[in-house]
């Protein structure tokens, strides 16, 4: 791709003002369309040092209304950023929609600096760039407009730039021992960049390469293909209006197979209990030691015991090494980001445990029930969190998901006995019966939640609820068993 790239463009001085003047005029006005109808906006900055980014960057952002942009400058991850999956600092700084997020470098700096710096292999190559191109279409199907610019000028050019800049005492920082380590590598650095280029321009989030020897040109190519990215974006309109989809009867469930008649006599839970959260609270300093971090996912029906259950498995834990994050309806600033990016947010450093009351489940869920998210939406979520999960096990987390699992019985039981009871009413809402009502509309979800996201490296655990005692022993049991397997592996 960059061998096509003709570095002898140039515009003159008259022509490209009378360009970019028309295009200020169009950039401003589309800036102000796109807040209403709320398309986010990602735009990234890429390319080689002393290629002329900030001065481009600048001269783009003089029409926009700086209420409705950000940039970040993003600078390799720090030792905390890297305690997280490689992508977790840029899920934090994706826009909401309506706003522009612009990026002076972004997630690419990493793959191409590890690939010549730190010769990552071809298998985690392979990985961060799949990594990367699920990232960007999970934005796009989302809304999101991508634009990416990579821009491009000489090994010759560069070595020009730095002399020059080096005469001048209020440039001369910017050519510092890294920028002219890569000069000297620029030839591994521009293979590394064309293979990066290849293997990520997509046709949902293509990449722009500017030849950037005259800066004029470089500011119109670049103000250009914003504007047209941004008017594609607005006609788009309609054409991601959801369809129907006819789901055929379901035969059989994942749930059929519970055997909720699974008891455990008080005696034998007794014992059991504090000899598992003895165990766990060992496991879990083991965990810190190793630098594993732990996500633990807990669903299942209103009543079925989450809330018991989490005690229980806390009850030992050292309280600073872990968090339980309880997920209700998004608001604020989570309903203007991708329904994922908020679980990104909550995610532990490594060697800390979360544990999720409820999660990311919701859009296959409430979600496709209530009608919150259109057929489309839920239908892709399958996917979006199989590879959300897939990052997280391919970090090193250790994922374990619980669905509990009671009968429509047990559940009107456990609702009469809250009514009941006035230190547990409390628990017992308006909405936990009307989701009662609709048991049989969650049955599908459920059966399909649990068939599309059990995979090997997460696969879901069904706890049999009828019984609390046997739940709670059975939920201790499991996380014994996967942290232990989770430590050997890392050792």
Known sequence: MLEAVDLTAKMDKAESKAILERLDLEISQLQRDLQPDGY?????????????????????????????????????????????????????????????????????????????????????????????????????????????????????????????????????????????RRHKLYEEYYNAAEDMLRETSTAYAPWT???????????????????????????????????????????????????????????????????????????????????????????????????????????????????????????????????????WRALPKAGHFVIFDRSWYGRVLVERVEGFAKPDEWERAYREINEYEQQLVEFGTVLVKFYLHISKDEQLQRFKEREAQPHKRWKLTDEDWRNREKWEDYWDPVSDMIEHTSTPHAPWIIIEGNDKRYARVKTLETMTERLSAALKAAE
């Open 209 to 343: 390469i500017v030849p950037a020897t005259d800066e004029r040109f470089a500011q119109v190519k670049v103000a250009e293909t914003l504007c047209a990215a941004l008017k594609k974006a607005l006609a788009r309109g309609d054409a991601r209006a959801s369809t129907s989809i006819v789901q055929p009867p379901r035969r059989t469930s994942p749930l059929d197979r519970a055997d909720l008649s699974a008891k455990l006599d008080k005696n034998e839970y007794e014992e059991a209990l504090p000899r598992l959260q003895e165990e766990i609270r060992r496991l879990q300093h083991r965990c810190y030691f190793q630098r594993l971090p732990v996500v633990i996912v807990y669903e299942g029906w209103d009543a079925s015991g989450k809330g018991g259950n989490i005690r229980r498995l806390t009850r030992g834990l050292d309280p600073r090494g872990y968090e339980v994050v309880p997920t209700a309806a998004p608001h604020g600033e989570e309903k203007r980001r991708h329904y994922l990016w908020r679980f």
């Open 40 to 180: 986010p906006v990602l735009v990234v900055f890429e390319g080689w040092d002393a290629a002329g980014k900030g001065s481009v960057l600048n001269r783009l952002l003089q029409p926009l209304d700086p209420r409705g942009y950000k940039v970040h400058n993003m600078q390799k991850p720090t030792e905390e950023e890297r305690m997280r999956p490689a992508l977790w600092r840029f899920w934090l700084t994706a826009p909401g929609r309506g706003t522009i997020a612009i990026y002076n470098h972004s997630w690419y700096r990493q793959v191409v600096d590890e690939r010549v710096e730190d010769g990552v292999s071809e298998g985690g190559l392979r990985q961060a760039f799949e990594r990367i191109r699920t990232f960007e279409r999970q934005l796009e199907d989302d809304g999101a407009v991508v634009v990416k610019f990579f821009f491009h000028i000489s090994r010759k050019e560069q070595a020009k730039r730095f002399k020059r800049m080096a005469k001048d005492p209020a440039f001369a920082w910017k050519v510092g021992k890294g920028e002219r």
